[in-house]
């Protein structure tokens, strides 16, 4: 593993994934880490200390600490000129290819690292991970339908078989089919033990007369909370829940010169009596390698590199401030027939035939 250490750069995760496309494991740790933790991390064969704009916090230059140039293992700096080591680089840019030519030198004959890390080690690896966290108990999992969700769960299918237990919850602001291409993927095709909820019509009353946006937000995210918290009190022996928890996730949620905090997109809000131990298997990859290993499980391609651009555009216009019949009206008019929400009946059971 070549560990990143973040001084400030806007760039470490263009940086760590450049690496990684060179087939070396890389992660991004906080500037302030000691030689201890340090060492302590598994199979390190280098340190990049990658400097930037945000290397000033609460008015102090900040820099990494000097026991890390006597940790025995190589270092070099980018964009750091104070840097107490032989191998130094201006600041990085923003492409990857640029970065890989950059490295590739330090990464491979000074670090002397290999060339290991794809996707079919990273499956392997995690199947035996979530078997020895799991062991024969149940794993719960809200399987939405979206890339990570569906990933997780084909990982852990792979891992843990009938013991997944996968909840999918129609709330009515799917695409067209998607609720029908899950359970074709994952109960009829992998055999997965899937539970499928159609609460369209719950949501959709809801938010009914609903217009501030905010209110909007909180009923969309507080309903799922209470529909998948009713499906899981059905159940028994549940002792874990999957997440689709990825790279940028932990990356985001910040090192110490992080300018951004990203909300978290899996379940959180349950309450006390029904908190799961977690188990994240994708929380070291980054979204295009997410895919990659979607592909290396055999989902469709389809299912693995989708479009975002339907499901953002109807939870655009049901939380900010449109009506459910207008959302749907504008909806219907700036896509093809091939990407329009899958609940047609049950739009037009509630609110009459809206055709464009």
Request: proline share 4%.
């Amino acid at each position: 593993m070549i560990v990143i250490l973040d001084l400030g750069s806007t760039e470490n995760t263009v940086l760590a994934r450049a690496i990684r496309a060179l087939g070396v494991y890389s992660e991004i740790y906080p500037h302030d880490i000691t030689a201890a933790e340090l060492t302590a991390l598994p199979n390190v064969k280098g340190v990049i200390i990658n400097g930037g704009p945000n290397h000033v916090i609460d008015g102090v230059d900040i820099d990494v600490l000097p026991e890390i140039y006597k940790a025995g293992i190589p270092v070099m700096a980018a964009g750091h000129d104070k840097a107490c080591c032989e191998v130094k680089l201006p600041q990085l840019t923003d492409d990857v290819e640029t970065i890989k030519n950059a490295v590739q030198s330090f990464v491979f004959d000074t670090c002397k690292a290999e060339a290991n890390w794809n996707m079919t080690n990273f499956v392997n690896d995690q199947i035996e991970l979530i078997r020895r966290q799991v062991g024969d108990k149940k794993v719960l999992l809200a399987l939405s339908g979206g890339v990570d969700s569906s990933v997780v769960a084909a990982l852990l299918l792979k891992a843990i078989g009938n013991n997944l237990v996968c909840v999918h919850v129609n709330h009515g602001l799917m695409r067209k089919g998607e609720s029908e291409a899950v359970i074709e993927v994952f109960k009829n095709q992998l055999n997965a033990n899937l539970i499928y909820v159609d609460a369209t019509d719950r949501f959709l009353s809801k938010l009914e007369n609903v217009t501030d946006p905010e209110q909007k937000r909180k009923i969309i995210g507080g309903e799922f909370i209470r529909v998948f918290e009713e499906e899981a009190r059905k159940l028994n022996g549940i002792d874990f829940l999957g997440q689709g928890t990825i790279y940028p996730d932990i990356v985001e949620s910040g090192t110490k010169t992080a300018k951004m905090v990203k909300s978290h997109h899996n379940v959180g809000g349950l309450p006390e009596d029904l908190q799961f131990e977690l188990v994240e298997p994708l929380r070291q990859l980054f979204k295009d390698e997410v895919r990659a290993c979607g592909v290396e499980l055999g989902l469709p391609y389809d299912m693995v590199y989708r479009q975002p651009f339907p499901w953002s555009l109807v939870w655009e216009c049901a939380v900010w401030g449109l009506s459910l019949v207008t959302a749907w009206k504008l909806f219907a008019n700036r896509t093809p027939s091939c990407v329009k929400n899958s609940n047609w009946q049950a739009w037009t059971r509630k609110y009459g035939n809206l055709s464009p």
